[in-house]
């Protein structure tokens, strides 16, 4: 049985993969901040073992990593990604100090894999879908701190010549998903038969469904390289606009509510172009979406109607904030 940590598990990523080891047969430990929201991971505290650590204090990290001996680290914490996580101290001190204490620690007790998550807001706005090795430009604090990390990583990985990959994620959707964000708020108001406010129709994001990205940090995790810290992008290659998404949406769940375009106010990361160019990971790791936007959004559909009570908590927070 292979024992595996995941940081940031109460997230929505870090949830869903949370269950998909389990299935794997993996011996799950989550490593979660004192104190952090667990409504995600509440139904698995008999599965897995929660270990409270605040990734920010350097001998928590390592009391923890030595007790656990992982062999797979799945680094998922972070702060900022959302437009309420306002804080700089704070994502310096999560995303790099907490990445550097994680990796100090892990490095003494030994590994076989070591997977780091970034994000696409590392490469700040383009024309165009930038490969890995791409210039960097940084469209955000939050972003500034997570290509840091990314940077500190992969020199890591190349100075003690260690399996640690970092998957640059473009927009994570699915079950679990933070309740402000737009799918959700589609669901929740298309069930109604409404729609939420949105932004301007021509707005793009390369949707990618949740459990495509588990499978990516499977075989990430997986992948023995002699070309230590890789990165590599996790999205489809192809963008949805808003209007493509809502029309979707429109049809799934019969809503008869006309959209009112540039309701909610323009925001500095909306974009006409953000896609994904995914070649180096469908080369090197052998992975490609299983699910297009219209697969992932129905089965997000029915996970909701097959979780009325989640369906009640998603309910208090119905709005849009962060796509």
């Known amino acids: 049985m292979t024992r595996s940590i995941i940081t940031g598990a109460n997230g929505f990523v870090g949830a869903n993969l949370a269950r998909r080891l389990l299935r794997e047969g993996h011996e799950v430990h989550l490593l979660l901040r004192p104190g952090c929201d667990r409504w995600r991971v509440d ?31 799945f680094h998922l914490a972070a702060y900022g990604a959302y437009a309420s996580q306002t804080d700089v101290p704070r994502m310096i001190q999560t995303n790099i100090i907490g990445t550097a204490n994680l990796l100090a620690a892990a490095l003494k007790v030994g590994f076989a894999s070591f997977v780091n998550t970034g994000t696409s807001s590392e490469y700040g706005f383009k024309s165009h879908g930038p490969a890995e090795d791409e ?41 679990y998903e933070e309740p402000t964000r737009l799918v959700p708020n589609l669901i ?59 029309e979707i949406a429109r049809e799934i769940l019969d809503i008869p509510a006309e959209p009112q375009w540039r309701s909610m106010p323009e925001r500095d990361w909306d974009t006409e172009v953000w896609i994904a160019n995914p070649r180096k990971v469908q080369t090197e790791l052998g992975w490609s979406p299983q699910h297009t936007f219209e697969q ?13 009570s989640l369906r009640k908590l998603y309910e208090k927070s119905d709005r849009v904030e962060a796509i």
């Open 296 to 308: 992932g959004f129905a089965r997000t559909v029915r996970w909701f109607e097959d979780n009325p």
């Open 43 to 73: 139904d698995l505290r008999n599965d897995v073992t929660i270990h409270e650590v605040d990734l920010r204090d350097d001998l928590q990290v390592s009391r923890a990593i030595e007790a656990i001996r992982p062999e797979i680290i």
């Open 135 to 175: 210039l960097i430009e940084p469209n955000s604090e939050y972003a500034v701190t997570k290509a840091s990390a990314t940077l500190f990583c992969r020199e890591v990985a190349r100075k003690h010549k260690i399996n640690l990959s970092t998957l640059r994620l473009y927009s994570v959707y699915g079950p």
């Open 188 to 246: 929740l108001h298309g069930i109604r038969g409404t729609l939420p406010p949105l932004a301007g129709p021509t707005v793009a994001h390369d949707f990618v469904y949740i459990d495509d990205v588990c499978d990516a940090y499977l075989l990430a995790a997986a992948k023995s390289s002699e070309s230590f810290g890789e990165i590599y992008n996790v999205g489809t290659g192809r963008q949805t606009t808003l209007s493509e998404v809502v």
